[in-house]
């Protein structure tokens, strides 16, 4: 195993990773405030891709392809991140409104199942409207590929994890400097208590879904831009992984998501590798299909000797009542 061959395949999960860590995001931000899972988060991933395909191709007709756009693609591909996430926060709202609000005071395994049929309602309804067709994302920008010493890098995967980065930046800015992000953090810390003092539960919850779909947004439009195929159906698969980074950073910790996301990306990358080292040296035949297996194998060791994820602590119920 070359160097080169390791910092290619770092690479590739750094991309990864940023899928998981944005999507991942949605679902610590809302557990550690309301306490519950938003188990249609990953439809919403889904969601806000195909909105930025809608977005795409309006923006496409509107200014023009080739040499005669009027703007240039990467000015299209900002307008089209930011209004797609603005678009999609709304639907996170909705959600958190129809779907969760009337469950708040609800045993926490009703707003799980209802977690599940939105994600379900928002698939169908999908097909419904689109068909089940796989459709394909738009390239606003062209692919340049550099090489670095060996090291075969796309404009687009250097794109993605700093976009990632900068949006995780944002959010900790929003956070951690912002009153709204204080009053998130009190909300966190005690969200019985809280809104006994004047904050508004209702507001603080319904922007914590509209922040975590946008998030979902951004990282739904970058896959479309590194993998420009949407399905139906692509939510279901990121979302579950996104679900078990957001486990192993820790339930409730921002960083340990963004963290756990780009291991849960680089473990998943070089299990390839690795098994293919191990068949060549052992003189085994473990296909690369079981990947995820093996993957997720290291992720329930990792469990095993931090049940509160890598940056969770122990929760006891007593301290909330």
């Known amino acids: 195993m070359t160097l080169n061959f390791l910092m290619q395949n770092l690479i590739n999960a750094l991309q990864w990773g940023s ?3 944005l999507i991942a995001l949605g679902y610590s931000m809302v557990y550690s405030i309301l306490m519950l899972f938003n188990f249609a988060h990953g439809d919403i991933f ?38 797609s996430m603005f678009l999609t926060a709304f639907v996170g709202i909705i959600v958190e409104r129809v779907g969760y609000r009337p469950l708040r005071e609800a045993p926490r395994a009703s707003a799980a199942i209802t977690g ?26 062209q692919s340049v590929t550099y090489n670095i010493g060996g090291v075969y890098v796309t404009n687009k995967k250097i794109m993605i994890v700093l976009v990632s980065i900068g949006l995780m930046l944002a959010l900790h800015q929003l956070i951690s ?4 992000g ?39 439009i970058l896959f479309g831009l590194a993998y420009p195929v949407l399905d139906p159906y692509m939510g279901v698969s990121f979302g579950w992984k996104a679900f078990v980074a957001a486990i192993l950073g820790g339930r409730g910790s921002i960083m340990g998501a963004c963290i756990a996301g780009f291991m849960l990306g680089f473990i998943e990358i070089m299990t390839v590798p690795a098994i293919q080292i191990m068949n060549r040296l052992f003189s085994l035949n473990i296909g690369s299909n079981l990947r995820d297996l093996i993957a997720y194998s290291i992720v329930l ?20 009542l």
């Open 19 to 21: 899928f998981y860590a």
């Open 177 to 180: 400097h912002t009153k709204w």
């Open 182 to 220: 204080m009053a998130m953090r009190a909300m966190a810390y005690d969200y019985v208590v809280v809104p006994l003092v004047g904050v508004p539960m209702n507001t603080i919850a319904a922007m914590t879904f509209a922040i975590g779909s946008a998030l979902a947004a951004a990282a739904g």
């Open 116 to 141: 599940l049929m939105i994600g379900i309602i928002l698939e169908t309804s999908n097909i419904l409207f689109l068909g089940g067709s796989r459709l394909k994302f738009p390239q606003l920008i």
């Open 46 to 83: 889904m969601v806000g891709a195909y909105i930025g395909l809608g977005v795409a191709l309006g923006l496409l007709s509107l200014f023009g392809t080739g040499a005669a756009a009027i703007l240039p693609g990467w000015l299209l591909l900002v307008l089209t991140i930011l209004i």
């Open 301 to 320: 060791v990792i469990l095993i000797f931090r049940p509160h994820g890598l940056f969770g602590q122990a929760y006891s119920a007593k301290l909330r």
